[in-house]
T-cell receptor, first 114, second 114 residues
């Protein structure tokens, strides 16, 4: 069984640039959720993808967007980066049909915006 | 709306002593509650969950949690703390309307001193 993987591990971008983060879900999981964890805070839900469509969104602006591919892997795209976007971005996978199970998290991508 | 609160930013305990990390929840309906642990520069690791049934839930690494409906609490406990338990602990509640959305607390840093 393969766990959740994310790439890259670290990333440094300049304000105004665009960034793409990638996530491979755990084997057999069809749903991917993305979270933003700012320093000293708990993870905040960005959005979730199921069957290649957005299936729920948190309080994040449209410049945060995503994709899910047929193999259930996912991308998080952030346009027009702002300094406050600096955070650890976590991907979590799960089974949509499992309404009581836990989410499985990847190690995260540390994004620094300068 | 669903939310969890972790009233303590930091908990300090001596190795070998019992530890408690507090969490209270606010949920309309039956809560699905979770505890996760995060080590430095790592993703979140699942510890345990409460879905229904016995109010005392046992999890990984000797941790357990007690669900108390009247006090709307779900405190994490361990009879004898280890230095290696030092980490950041997050309580989370699963969404009622979006089962794959988790709401996390702000986290509690546990320091276990030898």
């Amino acid at each position: 069984e393969t766990g959740v993987t994310q790439s890259p591990t670290h990333l440094i971008k300049t304000r105004g640039q665009q960034v793409t983060l990638r996530c491979s879900s755990q084997s057999g999981h069809n749903t991917v959720s993305w979270y933003q964890q700012a320093l000293g805070q708990g993870p905040q839900f960005i959005f979730q993808y199921y069957r290649e469509e957005e299936n729920g969104r948190g309080n994040f602006p449209p410049r945060f967007s995503g994709l899910q591919f047929p193999n259930y892997s996912s991308e998080l795209n952030v346009n027009a980066l702002e300094l406050d976007d600096s955070a650890l971005y976590l991907c979590a996978s799960s089974l949509t049909t499992d309404r009581v199970g836990e989410q499985y998290f990847g190690p995260g991508t540390r994004l620094t915006v300068t | 709306a669903q939310s969890v609160a972790q009233p303590e930013d930091q908990v300090n305990v001596a190795e070998g002593n019992p530890l408690t990390v507090k969490c209270t929840y606010s949920v309309s309906g039956n809560p699905y509650l979770f505890w996760y642990v995060q080590y430095p520069n790592r993703g979140l690791q699942f510890l345990l969950k409460y879905i229904t049934g016995d109010n005392l839930v046992k999890g990984s690494y000797g941790f357990e949690a007690e669900f108390n409906k009247s006090q709307t609490s779900f405190h994490l406990k361990k009879p004898s703390a280890l230095v290696s338990d030092s980490a950041l602990y997050f309580c989370a509640v699963r969404g009622i309307y979006n089962f794959n959305k988790f709401y996390f607390g702000s986290g509690t840093k546990l320091n276990v001193k030898p």
